[in-house]
């Protein structure tokens, strides 16, 4: 079997091929390599780290900050960081700290943001957006999806 990609078309697609010698794949053989195939190219997408603003679910945000790939920022009150919080946050109150500590953030880093239950998140990913930050990535649900994670 054989697995090879690719992206050369006018819409900037991407192409998973899988060429394989039918008689000797069976359809289970076929279903899962193409599962496989699948999983690779999303996995390697979602942590590409392109420049923009995504939202991702738990699991992702912690792959993320496990594997050091931004700057990880609570924007939950400073009560409710004491009562625990992601590894290797910071904790930039979105209703005190966040607006001045903002700007004295290097815009071109990337930045792992989280809120309690995903209220806050949005609203402190969308002022970042304004203020020019090109990479953001906002934990799906919060602080607490995070949390009840298995």
Known sequence: MKISTSNHNKFGLIFVVITTN??????????????????????????????????????????????GKGIVIDVRTSGEFAKGTIKGAVNYDYFKALKTEMDKLDKSKTYLIFDHTGTRGPKAMAMMKDKGFKTIYLLQGGYSAYKSMK
């Open 22 to 67: 039918t008689k000797s794949l069976t359809m289970n053989k076929l279903i899962k390599s193409t599962i496989l195939a699948l999983a690779v190219l999303l996995g390697g997408m979602a942590y590409s780290q392109e420049p923009g603003h995504h939202t991702v679910k738990p699991a992702e945000f912690k792959a993320l900050v496990d594997g």
